[in-house]
C-alpha cells in the first residue's frame, strides 16, 4: 500500500494553494495597513511555555529533544507572541501589534475529519486595554474578512465572565458554577436547565438562569435591565465604539464560549452561511503575558484559513 | 442541493432532519401540531428529501452528521445517539418528551454473570450497539469491559456466551424479557431531542426561534391536558383552529 499522510493532515497542490495564497495576501494588505507588523515563531515550543493555559485546545503532540526536554507542537500562535513579548520587547512603547499566518496543531478527535494541522492567520494587540483594543481588533477582523470577500458573515460577540457572575448572583456556588458551564460548552442547553432546575432555586431563577445562555441578537438585547445590568457592562462599551460597517456585522451572544482557557473578558466567534462550523474566533486575554513577565492588556483574533476558503466557495455556490 | 441552499440561506427557512424509525411517527406528530404539512412525508417511503416542507430524512444514527455539517440546520433524535456521539459540534437546543428509553445493563436471568465475572476472571464482556456509552459506563464504575460491538439482535450475545451482558436501549422491555435477560442497571433515560447546527442557530435565529416556541407551546398544552378538562384545555384550542380558518 502507498504512504499517506497521517489522519488529520494532508497535502495542498498547485490550484488550491494557488487560491489559498491569494486568500492569504488579501488578509495581509488589511493587517498591513492596520499597522500590524508580521511575525513567525517555531512550530516547537518548550512545554513550560504552554502548560499554563491550555483549555481543551491546549497542545496535543509532545516530544523529546536529544537532551531529554519536552517539545510540544504549537497549539495556537497567541501563547508563542506572548512568550516573544515577555522575552524580547520588554521595554519597547505599547500598544505592539502582530499578525501572523502559520500552522497550529491540535488533536483530532476520533472517528472525524478534524484537522491536526490547520493554518491560522490571526493578529494580536498587545496593551491595549478594553474596550477600545477589542474595538480596534473586531473592526480590523470585519475589514479582513470582507477583504477575503466574504459577503454574509456575522461575528458573535459575548464576555466569558457574564454567566459565571450571574450564577454567582444567584448564589450558586463554585462547584455547581463550573459544572454549568461545563454543559454550556457541550452546548447541551437541556442538561443546563436540568442541573439548574435540581439546584437550590426558585423555580422562576431557575427558568430565567436557563433562559440566559439562550439570548442573542442586535444591540437590544444589550438593554437588560435587573441582574443582567452590571454583567453587560463591557459589551456595551464595546457597542458604543465600533465602526458602523462592523456593528451591522455584530450578533450579542450571552452564551458564547470558547474552548481556550485563557481568555479573561470579551470573547468572539465568526459565522458565515457557507460554512457549517465557526470560521475562526478570538477575545481578551489580560492576564496570559503575565505568565510570560508583562502583565499587559491584550486581544487578538485567528481566521482559520482554509474554512474561510471553504465557505468562501460556500457562498459562491449560494449567490452563484 | 446548491439552488435549495441558496433559497433557505436568503428566506431564513431551516431544513429539518427527521429520523425515521421508531422516532419518525411522534416527530411527523410534532411537526404537524406546529404547522409544518407532513403529508408528502407520511405517503413515501423512499423519498429522502422534501423541499417544500424543508424536511429531510434518513436514519436516527445520522441526524447528528447532517446537522453538524450545517446540511440541516435543525435535527431530531434519541439522546442515545446524541450520547454515543458525544464528540459532535452542536446545540442540544430542547428534550422534546417522547420516544423515552431506557439505557440498560441486562444480563441472562439467574446469578449474576457480570458479577461473576468480574470477581473471577477480572474483566466483563459486554456486547452492545453503543460501545462508546458501555466504556463510559464501566470507565466510571471502575471495572475493567471488553466491549464487543455488534450490528443486528444484541440480545444473542448473552444467551450463547459470547459475554456476560449486554447494553442496549429498551423501552417496554418485552424483548428482554423474551430472551430471559433481566435488566441489572439503568444507565440513562433517553428521549427525543432538537438539536441545532452552532452557524444556523447564530444566522437563522428568527426562523428557529419561532419553531421552538410553537414546540414549547405544544408542551405547554400536553401538562395542562391531564388537569385542565374541558373549557379550560380542548376547546380554547379547538376555537383557535376555528378562528384561523376564517
Redesign the interface.
Known sequence: MAEWTPSGTRDVLPDEMRELRALGERLRTVFDAAGYGEIRTPALENEITFSRDGGDAGPAYRVFDEHGNVLVLRSDMTVPIARVVGNRYADAQLPLRFWYEAPAYRAA????GESREFMQAGIELIGAPAPHGTVEVLNVLCDSLLAAGLT?F?V?IGDVRLYASLLADYGVDERQRVRLSRLLA??????VAEALQRMDLSAADAELLASVPRI??GPEILDADGPLDAALGDLREVHAALAPETARRV?Y?LGLVRSIDYYTGVIFQV???G????LGGGGRYDNLLANFGRPLPAVGFALNVERVHIALTGEE???? | MADAGARDSESGRVRLAVPRGALLGDTLDLLDRIGIDTTEVRENDRKLLFEDAGIITMRPSDVPTYVESGAADLGITGKDVLLEQAERELYELSDLRFGRCRMVLASVAGPDRVEEARRRLGIVRIATKYPRIASAYFERAGVQAEIVEVRGSVELAPLTGMVEAIVDLTATGTTLRENRLVIRDEIAVCTARLIANPVSLKLKTAAIDALLARIEATQVEDTKKPTAQGPGGQEPAAGRRGSNEV
Open positions: 478527535r476520533p472517528r472525524r454574509d456575522k458573535g457541550r452546548h447541551d442547553f437541556v442538561a442573542h441578537g450578533i451572544d459565522y458565515d452561511p460554512h457549517g462550523q465557526p455556490r449560494i449567490d452563484g
